[in-house]
């Protein structure tokens, strides 16, 4: 499962890299997009993927039985994509308001 | 147990969302008296931090590797003390612009945003908690930047957005893995896992990828194309405000970073960011003379000054890291201070092109006295800040027999002392190149100078006050290189 993940990681980390070296905004922030999912789903790697229990502690008991998930990388990731949404939703606002959604960004160049 | 440590970053979340509740009547003299109370909190702290040691506190009542905690060793006291500075000059000049310069509706609120990310960077010991620092004061300098014109600042904003989010991704990055290395998010703890792993590919790779991210942050070559391309788009005040602090948070995450959590991975990075840092100075310097804009300039040559700051990092030594800790706060202080300036010029002349500018020093001499000083300062001329914190760094090449480097910081500042006199001969000697002075009051200039002159007399005063000032960074690379205080003080703290 780890070894699916890593690769998924690394295609989702080379689209976004190949496209953030575009010189169009909208190109970039496809970029941004892809780059941001990659780098949330390695960190949810981190939690060892193969154990997809969730660390509930049964009633009378003292701690959750393994093995399970740790919850903590959820919890990064779960902040990093609310986090990211908004710095997303906020370039793409930018390059709109920019008027060049399909041309390269130059010093002086007024649309 | 010090609610101290945490008063900086609360004043300023508090004084923000007062700002965004208040009414457009009241920004103005709601962002100076919010500044100087946030500033009155940074003094506050970094007085206890000399008088008692180092200082820490636990979110919430939950001990830190639950929880979060908030430590404040001298590094960080330093830092916080800066941060309260400079947002107080900043403040002070950004209330005097109007909504075409600059202040509009959401500015204030922003401002003191990006000082609460600032200080909860330079405090925090949770690796996770740095990274959503580092977010909040990225998005509040995005609209920062936005807000300080028009399509210009906005296609700034764009060059600026792309390297800002990656290196956020690429900090979330280090740090999930940082995770999945050490099973914890608290430094000190991640640190001791660390050093019982040893040196394995998987540490190095680690170390890297949290390397790059915080190198981005501080616009190290080669990663640095963004800033000389977005913050002379901004008012002044904003870039006073980005170049006198932002840069700065990627030199302490990694200096904090490097020390506490992957000091043995030095090794290899130690000699790697000696290139780096030789290569930015030399970049940033060369590129600062090419300009004609006084705020390009100066913007340019805040890469040039990271580079000094990463010398000190790279050499690792106590005499290099206490330099790092001098020149931080002396060249926060004359780049925000000569930015201020640039923004009086702006204001008065409506341009800080030099071509159309002259004759400042004889129109506005108490304008001129406050650029010149700032000026000499950040080329290191005695007895001003800049000059004892250049001889630190030179001092301690010449100790670590880093040779190269001492000759490429000492031409470097030759060269910094030629870009200044650029400005100077240009701008403020010669003949009055006659474009339009707006009129205002005796008083209304005075006022308009305050925050020059404040950071002006700082410059000065550290420069005079050297002595104490260097015991200060001393006994701040001593707590860096010896963490045991840090570490202690947490523990002590501890519910």
């Avoid at chain 2, 000082?115 to 909860?120: K, M, P, Y």
């Avoid at chain 2, 030399?282 to 000054?305: C, D």
């Amino acid at each position: 499962m780890s070894g699916w993940l890593g690769i998924v990681v690394g295609v989702l980390a080379a689209c976004g890299t190949r496209l953030l070296l575009r010189s169009t905004p909208a190109r970039r922030a496809v970029g941004i997009v892809l780059f941001g999912i990659a780098l949330n789903l390695l960190v949810f790697a981190m939690t060892g993927a193969e154990h997809a229990r969730a660390p509930l502690v049964a009633y009378g008991e003292e701690a959750p039985r393994g093995p399970f998930a740790d919850p903590l990388p959820q919890a990064l990731v779960l902040t990093a994509i609310v986090i990211g949404f908004a710095l997303q939703a906020f370039a793409l606002v930018l390059i709109t308001l920019t008027g060049r959604v399909d041309g390269p960004v130059r010093e002086g160049a007024e649309p | 147990m010090s609610l101290l440590v945490v008063a900086p970053v609360l004043v300023a979340l508090a004084v923000g969302t007062l700002a965004l509740l208040a009414g457009r009547h009241l920004q103005r003299a709601g962002l100076v008296a919010g500044a100087l109370v946030h500033l009155a909190a940074c003094g506050a702290l970094f007085a206890r931090v000399f008088g008692d040691g180092v200082q820490a506190y636990h979110l919430g009542g939950w001990s830190a590797p639950l929880g979060i905690a908030f430590a404040a060793d001298s590094f960080s006291a330093v830092l916080v003390l800066l941060t309260g500075l400079i947002g107080a000059a900043v403040a002070l000049q950004a209330a005097q612009t109007t909504p075409e310069e600059g202040l509009g509706a959401g500015t204030p609120a922003l401002v003191f945003f990006l000082l609460a990310g600032v200080d909860a960077a330079f405090l925090t010991t949770d690796l996770f908690h740095l990274y959503v620092a580092f977010e909040l004061l990225l998005l509040s300098s995005f609209v920062l930047l936005v807000a300080g014109g028009g399509r210009e600042a906005r296609v700034a904003a764009v060059r600026y957005l792309v390297p800002g989010v990656l290196s956020s991704m690429l900090l979330l990055a280090g740090v999930g893995l940082t995770y999945g290395l050490t099973g914890t998010l608290f430094m000190p703890e991640a640190g001791a896992r660390v050093a019982e792993l040893g040196s394995s590919p998987a540490v190095r790779a680690v170390a890297g990828v949290l390397a790059l991210a915080f190198a981005l942050k501080a616009a190290v070559f080669p990663v640095f194309a963004w800033l000389p391309a977005s913050y002379p788009a901004a008012s002044s005040a904003m870039a006073a405000l980005f170049s006198g602090l932002l840069t700065k948070v990627g030199v302490y995450a990694l200096v904090r970073v490097f020390t506490l959590v992957f000091p043995g991975e030095m090794s290899w990075l130690g000699p790697l960011m000696l290139a780096v840092a030789g290569a930015t100075m030399v970049v940033g310097v060369l590129g600062a003379l090419a300009q004609w804009e006084m705020q390009r300039l100066l913007t340019f040559h805040v890469v040039s000054q990271v580079g000094y700051l990463v010398v000190g990092f790279a050499l690792g030594t106590a005499a290099a890291l206490a330099s790092t800790v001098f020149y931080v706060f002396h060249n926060s202080v004359a780049k925000a201070c000569l930015l201020l300036a640039t923004g009086v010029v702006r204001a008065r002349r409506g341009t800080d092109r030099l071509r159309d500018l002259g004759g400042i020093a004889k129109s506005d001499p108490l304008l001129a006295g406050a650029f010149l000083v700032a000026a000499l300062a950040l080329a290191g001329i005695p007895p001003l800040s800049g000059f004892w914190a250049k001889l630190l760094v030179l001092r301690a090449a010449v100790q670590s027999e880093a040779w190269v480097v001492l000759a490429v910081a000492a031409g470097v500042g030759l060269l910094t002392l030629l870009s200044m006199a650029k400005i100077w001969t240009t701008a403020f000697w010669g003949n009055d190149a006659g474009t339009p002075g707006t009129e205002t009051s005796r008083a209304g200039r005075a006022i308009e100078l305050a925050p020059v002159a404040l950071l002006a007399l700082v410059a000065v005063g550290l420069g005079l006050l050297a002595g104490p000032a260097l015991e200060v960074s001393q006994r701040a690379a001593s707590e860096l290189l010896d963490p045991s205080a840090y570490v202690e003080a947490l523990r002590r703290s501890a519910p």
